[in-house]
C-alpha cells in the first residue's frame, strides 16, 4: 500500500522550534518531489515548501522563507520539516504529500505535478 | 507568486443538481492546474489534474476544464457524498499555490 505517515507535532511556544517528519512506503521515495501543506483552523489549505529528489532543489512560500527548512532522508524514506522561530500564525495541521509528476500533452512543457499521495496530517499549535 | 482564485466561496445545492467551481490564475498556468475535495479537515483528496483528466478511481460525474487562466470543475449529478470543500491549485510555478476554497453545502 502506498502511504504517507505524518508524526513530530505537538504543542510550542511561540519562538520555539520544532522538527516534522513523513515516511513513504509502497513507492520508490527517491523518485518523487515531495511537499508539505499547511490548514490553519478554519482556513483554506497553503502549500509550505517542496524538495526534488536528493535535495537539488527547494521552494518555500514567503511567509516561512528563512524560518522552516524542508529536507529529506532517501535512504530512509523519509521527509522533514524543521520549524523554528516558530509564530501564533504557524499554528495548523501539517500535511506531507507527493507530487506526481506525469506527460500532460497540453501542460506546460508535457509535464503535469500532481499531489496524488497524502499523509494523515500533525497538528501544530503555537502558543504561549 | 501566482494568485488562485476560486468562486463561489461556498454553495449550496441539492442531491442531483449540477454544480459548477471557478478558477481563476493571476497569470496563464497553461494547464498545470490540479482539484482536490477535502472532508472535515483531513486529508485533500486529488479529483482532477492537467485541468481536465479524471484521477484514477474518481467517479466520472466529476470533469473539469480550461487552459490559461480560466478553470471550472464540474460536477453532473451530485451525491451525498460529493458535499465537502473543493480546492483548485497550479503546479505551473515549482512554488504551488492552492485557491481559497469553495465549500458545497446541502440546501
Known amino acids: 500500500e502506498v502511504q504517507l505517515v505524518v508524526s513530530g507535532g505537538g504543542l510550542v511556544q511561540p519562538g520555539g522550534s520544532l522538527r516534522l517528519s513523513c515516511v513513504g512506503s509502497g513507492f520508490s521515495f527517491t523518485s518523487y518531489w515531495m511537499n508539505w501543506v499547511r490548514q490553519a483552523p478554519g482556513k483554506g489549505l497553503e502549500w509550505v515548501a517542496n524538495?526534488?529528489?536528493?535535495?537539488?532543489?527547494?521552494y518555500y512560500v514567503d511567509s516561512v522563507k528563512g524560518r522552516f527548512t524542508i529536507s529529506r532522508d532517501d535512504a530512509k524514506s523519509s521527509l522533514y520539516l524543521q520549524m523554528s522561530s516558530l509564530r501564533a500564525e504557524d499554528t495548523a495541521v501539517y500535511f506531507c504529500?507527493?507530487?506526481?509528476?506525469?506527460?500532460?500533452?497540453?501542460?506546460?512543457?508535457?509535464?503535469?505535478?500532481?499531489?496524488?499521495?497524502w499523509g494523515q496530517g500533525t497538528t501544530v499549535t503555537v502558543s504561549s | 507568486d501566482i494568485q488562485m482564485t476560486q468562486s463561489p466561496s461556498s454553495l449550496s445545492a441539492s442531491v442531483g443538481d449540477r454544480v459548477t467551481i471557478t478558477c481563476r490564475a493571476s497569470?496563464?498556468?497553461?494547464?498545470?492546474l490540479n482539484w482536490y475535495q477535502q472532508k472535515g479537515g483531513k486529508a485533500p483528496k486529488l479529483l482532477i489534474y492537467?485541468?481536465?483528466s479524471l484521477q484514477s478511481g474518481v467517479p466520472s460525474r466529476f470533469s473539469g476544464s480550461g487552459s490559461g487562466t480560466d478553470f471550472t470543475l464540474t460536477i453532473s449529478s451530485l451525491q451525498p457524498e460529493d458535499f465537502a470543500t473543493y480546492y483548485c491549485q497550479q503546479s505551473y510555478s515549482a512554488s504551488y499555490t492552492f485557491g481559497q476554497g469553495t465549500k458545497l453545502e446541502i440546501k
Open positions: 504529500a507527493r507530487s506526481n509528476c506525469v506527460r500532460a500533452v497540453t501542460a506546460s512543457n508535457g509535464v503535469v505535478c500532481k499531489m496524488d499521495v
Open positions: 492537467a485541468a481536465s
Open positions: 497569470q496563464s498556468v497553461s494547464t498545470n
Open positions: 524538495i526534488k529528489p536528493a535535495g537539488s532543489e527547494r
